[in-house]
């Protein structure tokens, strides 16, 4: 089934940058694509951005365009996912979700390994 | 972008007792593969989202019969025949058709 394990929370200030890693565990890592989901305080989940693991291709949300960049470190089965210039509203825990389906092209389908979480607060 | 919309927000249920929770999308969600690309996800207190059901109503591994997907086009339902306190939590869908994914604003489910 496969395990996604996050890296620590982390407390920035604003204007910052924040790495969370996400290393997966218990299956071919390099075939599958990684989501990543966050959640503010009290809200609803979502859905950021997506690479896949198997080819580099990534998806955004317009948003997060330019601001996040996602990187892969086949040797440790990690990705990671940096989110610069931090804001007040970036206070969210974030998720990082594997794809049901390898060798996708495209974040679709469905994600059903999920990380523990990574709380990021972003504070003065 | 792809809208999707629940409902209800809240939906205090009697254990034993069915549930339903609806989901709209902004377009359809039929994959020209002829699937429903529309997952539900579970999101127990303090827990991260679990995937109950994906392409509209197949059950995730491990996901009791109790729980059922259902729609097509714009209009999906996620059924709960008879709801046990373990079914308490926050329910999303979420269009899987096209990035940027989008989930619903969720469904808080507690018991009564």
């Known amino acids: 089934q496969g395990q996604l394990a996050q890296s620590g929370g982390e407390v920035k200030k604003p204007g910052a940058s924040v790495k969370v890693s996400c290393k997966g565990s218990?299956?071919?890592?390099?075939?599958?694509?990684i989501g990543w989901v966050r959640q503010a305080p009290g809200q609803g989940l979502e859905w950021m951005s997506w690479?896949?693991?198997?080819?580099?291709?990534?998806n955004y949300v317009e948003k997060f365009q330019g601001r996040v960049t996602m990187t892969i470190d086949t040797s440790t089965s990690t990705v990671h996912m940096e989110l610069r210039s931090l804001r007040f509203d970036d206070t969210a825990v974030y998720y990082c979700?594997?794809?049901?389906?390898?060798?996708?092209?495209?974040?679709?389908?469905?994600?059903?390994?999920w990380g523990q979480g990574t709380t990021v607060i972003v504070s003065s | 972008d792809i809208v999707v919309t629940q409902s209800p927000v809240s939906l205090p249920v009697t254990p034993g007792e069915p549930a339903s929770i609806s989901c709209r999308s902004s377009?359809?969600?039929?994959?020209?593969?002829?699937?429903?690309?529309v997952d539900w996800y579970l999101q127990r207190p303090g827990q991260s989202p679990q995937l109950l059901i994906y392409?509209?109503?197949n059950r995730a591994a491990g996901v009791p019969d109790r729980f059922s997907g259902s729609g097509s086009g714009i209009n999906y339902t996620l059924k709960i025949s008879r709801v046990e306190a373990e079914d308490v939590g926050i329910y999303y869908c979420?269009?899987?058709?096209?990035?940027?994914?989008?989930f619903g604003g969720g469904t808080k489910v507690e018991i009564k």
């Open positions: 979700a594997r794809d049901m389906l390898p060798y996708k092209t495209e974040a679709s389908y469905a994600m059903d390994v």
């Open positions: 218990g299956f071919t890592f390099t075939s599958y694509g």
């Open positions: 690479i896949s693991v198997y080819n580099g291709k990534t």
């Open positions: 377009q359809s969600l039929l994959h020209s593969n002829g699937f429903n690309y």
């Open positions: 392409l509209g109503s």
């Open positions: 979420m269009q899987a058709l096209q990035p940027p994914l989008t």
